[in-house]
């Protein structure tokens, strides 16, 4: 069985779990708007854990290959607050 294929470019959604912490949305933003100059902050749906311990991040980042989705997965989790990207 072939596994699904992604047409790019596409629109291409990405999830980040992160630790609740001050900034940690602006220091995310920094990283993604490497890869698409289009996501701006306000663009980000935060969703909060029940205890607030950590916040989910999604936004859909305007994809061209799965060179640059690679690079993006490794440049957000070089960041210490970033527990998963998905």
């Known amino acids: 069985m072939d596994e ?3 047409e790019f470019p596409c ?3 990405i999830k980040v779990i992160v ?3 001050p900034n940690i949305l ?8 490497k890869y698409d100059a289009r996501i701006t902050a306000d663009k980000v749906e935060q969703q909060p854990s ?10 859909d ?3 061209t290959g799965t060179a640059q ?3 993006l997965f490794l440049d957000l ?10």
Do not use: C, T
């Open 26 to 33: 602006k220091e995310v933003v920094a990283v993604v708007e």
């Open 11 to 13: 629109d291409y959604p």
């Open 4 to 6: 699904p294929r992604i």
């Open 19 to 21: 630790v609740a912490e």
């Open 77 to 86: 989790k070089k960041i210490q607050a970033v527990r998963m990207v998905l």
């Open 50 to 59: 029940k205890q607030g311990n950590y916040v989910s991040l999604r936004y």
């Open 69 to 71: 989705l690679e690079k």
């Open 61 to 63: 980042l305007w994809a």
